[in-house]
C-alpha cells in the first residue's frame, strides 16, 4: 500500500526567508505526486503536480517541488516566503491513471510566518 | 467555470442520526472523490464515483456510503452517527487525475 510521510508536522520561517518542507512516499512504481494548501476553514488548493518528465516542477504562488527518484522525495520549496503562506500544507500520492482518483495524504505540515 | 460546492457548509447532528452531504463537481468533470478529515486521522480517502458508479473505496465501515447521478453530483450518507464522525468531508472532482476540491462539510455529531 502507498503511503506520505511528512516529517515536519510544524514549521516557522521567517518572512523572506527561504522554505523547505519535505515529503516521502512509498509506492511501487512512479507515483502522480501532489502538493496542496490548506488555509483555515477552507478546502485544499494544488500547489502543484508530478506526473512524468521534468523532475523540477513550478507551481501557482512562486512553489516550486522535485522529484527524487533514489531518495523517494517530493520536497516543496520556496526561495522567499510571505506572510500570506501562513497555512497548512498536505503532499499526496495517487496510484495512477488506470486506477482511478484516490490519493493519500501525508500528515500535514503546518507553516507559520514570522513577521 | 465555477468550482466544486459543496452542501451544506455546516451541519449538527446527533449520535444515531444519519445525514446526507451533496457534492456538484465542475461542469464535466466526471470522476466525484470524498475524504474525510480529522485532527487525529487527518485526511483519508472514502470513495470514488465515475460516471455513476463507484470505482474506489477506502477502509471505512458500511455506514459511509455514496452515490453519483447521471448530472455527475454526488451525495454521501452516513447512518447511525457516531461522535467519531465528526469532521470536515471534502470533495473533489476530476479530470486527468488532478483533483479540485470543494471548501468541505464540517458535521458536528453531539
Known amino acids: 500500500a502507498q503511503s506520505v510521510t511528512q516529517p515536519d508536522i510544524h514549521i516557522t520561517v521567517s518572512e523572506g526567508a527561504s522554505l523547505e518542507l519535505r515529503c516521502n512516499y512509498s509506492?511501487?512504481?512512479?507515483?502522480?505526486l501532489f502538493w496542496y494548501v490548506q488555509s483555515p476553514g477552507q478546502g485544499l488548493q494544488l500547489l502543484l503536480k508530478?506526473?512524468?518528465?521534468?523532475?523540477l516542477v513550478q507551481g501557482i504562488k512562486g512553489f516550486e517541488a522535485e522529484f527524487k527518484r533514489s531518495q523517494s522525495s517530493f520536497n516543496l520549496r520556496k526561495p522567499s516566503v510571505h506572510w500570506s503562506d501562513a497555512a497548512e500544507y498536505f503532499c499526496?500520492?495517487?496510484?495512477?491513471?488506470?486506477?482511478?482518483?484516490?490519493?493519500?495524504f501525508g500528515g500535514g505540515t503546518r507553516l507559520m510566518v514570522k513577521p | 467555470k465555477a468550482g466544486v460546492t459543496q452542501t451544506p457548509r455546516y451541519l449538527i447532528k446527533t449520535r444515531g442520526q444519519q445525514v446526507t452531504l451533496s457534492c456538484s463537481p465542475i461542469?464535466?468533470?466526471?470522476?466525484v472523490s470524498w475524504y474525510q478529515q480529522t485532527p487525529g486521522q487527518g485526511l483519508q480517502f472514502l470513495f470514488e464515483?465515475?460516471?455513476?458508479?463507484?470505482?474506489n473505496k477506502g477502509n471505512f465501515p458500511g455506514r459511509f456510503s455514496g452515490r453519483q447521478f447521471s448530472n455527475s453530483r454526488s451525495e454521501m450518507n452516513v447512518s447511525t452517527l457516531e461522535l467519531g464522525d465528526s469532521a470536515l468531508y471534502l470533495c473533489?472532482?476530476?479530470?486527468?487525475?488532478?483533483?479540485?476540491f470543494g471548501p468541505g462539510t464540517r458535521l458536528t455529531v453531539l
Open positions: 508530478y506526473f512524468s518528465g521534468d523532475t
Open positions: 464515483y465515475f460516471s455513476e458508479t463507484q470505482r
Open positions: 499526496a500520492v495517487d496510484s495512477g491513471e488506470n486506477a482511478g482518483n484516490m490519493l493519500t
Open positions: 509506492y511501487g512504481a512512479t507515483p502522480y
Open positions: 461542469s464535466g468533470h466526471r470522476s
Open positions: 473533489a472532482s476530476s479530470a486527468l487525475n488532478e483533483q479540485f
